[in-house]
């Protein structure tokens, strides 16, 4: 029940007189506490600052304000740095505030539309996933503590933040995705029109800081929102480095050393979890290196009344949209996902080397499958002289082996005959790939059918 005079940790040693500290072990138990404070808040505060460097970089653009809509035209390409977009699909996207009252988006038809809070959590699907079963219709989102009158013909969604984040994607492309609306309830009789920015050609930043500079970020987010808005342990734990609604941020030199020496500490702890998850429940299959981003299958990160903190943090320090449809995909429905940071012979990918990887035929996919290759350092689609990294089966180009397998290839040059089927990667960088499936079908889900392991082409 007590403790020794002298203790050794991973944080240095710690002195004691029948179990009193010594004050210089005192004031270094407190810089211990601070610094594990700095990495449970960079580890639970990852989705918030994600949002916050979101808003930020389509600022930077212009994008800013109801009516005005980012889309990338014709699709998403790797000209900015983005969280694991992928290059198949045409996105709209924008930040709605609710301080001036309630907002009404119109998803266009036949299309998979989401509502994320400034924490990241998740509103609403609209479109296909949605209430309104993808014939379109008007949702009203009221602010926090609204008590004002609820109109009828709208599907009214609460949010806990003032501040929101909706990416629009439609089936149908890009025309379809500027079908979207966006106002204030109070214009409904007069809706303004929309201004689509083409994000798609501008080079920008949304990705969240991994020093000091992300407390910031979090700092920005908690001053904008009510208190209630976070629940008490995070929000405590933010408060015990000294972020608290309402009261200034500033750190003095020591806590800010700190602080930087926490945030690095807590982004490898993140990309420790990403590339190298050690919980079996991470892997998509048995004995294969092949790992789900979304962990248990909840869009809360739940399981047996806990919540799953590293699977949260490694979702968002890689990706981003939270939604049950993404979290738990049905057959026909939906998208599966599935990545690797290794070789066969589990060593890191080497953007130098030539590689490949065996999908055996009939990819189980009713819409169609992607590969899109990412940089490790950013988490954003791999940058080389093709804008899009990737290679699809929708592209009509893809050929197959004569068992009707398909057989892809990464390196820094194509092996002959095979540029429809290759990816580039760049000498000196890592990279990593993530296979989606759209539709994904039972094979996917009985496991009877995965993708082999990437090998080193020799």
Request: some cysteine; proline content about 8%; overall charge negative.
């Amino acid at each position: 029940m007590g403790v020794p005079d002298r203790v050794e940790t991973p944080l240095g040693a710690f002195e004691f007189f029948d179990g009193v500290p010594l004050p210089e072990s005192t004031s270094k138990l407190y810089d211990g506490l601070d610094f594990v404070r700095g990495i449970d808040a960079f580890l639970n505060a990852v989705p918030g600052a994600s949002l916050v460097a979101m808003r930020r970089g389509l600022r930077s653009v212009g994008v800013d304000g109801l009516s005005v809509l980012g889309v990338t035209d014709p699709r998403a390409n790797s000209g900015s740095y983005f969280l694991t977009p992928n290059t198949s699909t045409a996105y709209g996207t924008m930040f709605i505030d609710l301080h001036d009252g309630p907002v009404v988006i119109e998803p266009p038809t036949n299309s998979l539309c989401v509502v994320d809070d400034f924490w990241f959590r998740y509103v609403t699907d609209m479109g296909i996933a949605g209430p309104d079963k993808g014939q379109g219709g008007k949702y009203l989102f009221l602010p926090p503590g609204y008590t004002g009158d609820e109109p009828d013909g709208y599907f009214i969604c609460r949010t806990p933040t003032f501040t929101n984040w909706v990416v629009f994607r439609a089936l149908d492309g890009i025309e379809a995705v500027k079908q979207s609306r966006v106002y204030r309830l109070s214009e409904s009789a007069n809706p303004p029109e929309m201004t689509f920015v083409n994000i798609a050609e501008e080079k920008f930043n949304t990705v969240h800081s991994n020093d000091i500079s992300f407390f910031g970020e979090v700092d920005e987010l908690i001053q904008e929102e009510p208190p209630g808005s976070l629940d008490p342990e995070r929000a405590g734990q933010l408060a015990g480095i000294g972020i608290k609604h309402g009261r200034p941020f500033e750190p003095d030199d020591r806590l800010k050393k700190i602080l930087d020496s926490a945030a690095k500490t807590a982004a490898g702890i993140s990309r420790a979890l990403a590339y190298f998850p050690r919980g079996t429940e991470n892997f998509t299959f048995e004995d294969a290196s092949w790992k789900d981003g979304f962990v248990g299958g909840s869009y809360e990160f739940l399981h047996e009344h806990a919540r799953l903190l590293d699977a949260r943090t490694l979702f968002h320090y890689v990706a981003t949209v939270i939604t049950p449809a993404m979290a738990h995909a049905q057959v026909g429905a939906g998208s599966a996902y599935t990545y690797t940071a290794e070789d066969s012979q589990g060593r890191l990918l080497d953007g130098a080397k030539t590689y490949r990887l065996v999908l055996p035929p009939n990819p189980p996919a009713k819409n169609f499958w992607s590969v899109d290759v990412y940089d490790t350092q950013t988490r954003s689609l791999l940058q080389t002289d093709n804008p899009h990294p990737s290679v699809m089966s929708l592209s009509g180009t893809v050929q197959e082996e004569s068992d009707g397998s398909i057989v892809l290839w990464f390196g820094p040059t194509a092996p002959a005959g095979k540029e429809a089927n290759w990816i580039r990667t760049v000498p000196g960088k890592s990279w990593w790939p993530i296979l989606r499936l759209y539709g994904p079908l039972q094979p996917w889900f009985d496991k009877a059918w995965q993708p082999g392991e990437i090998e080193e082409a020799r």
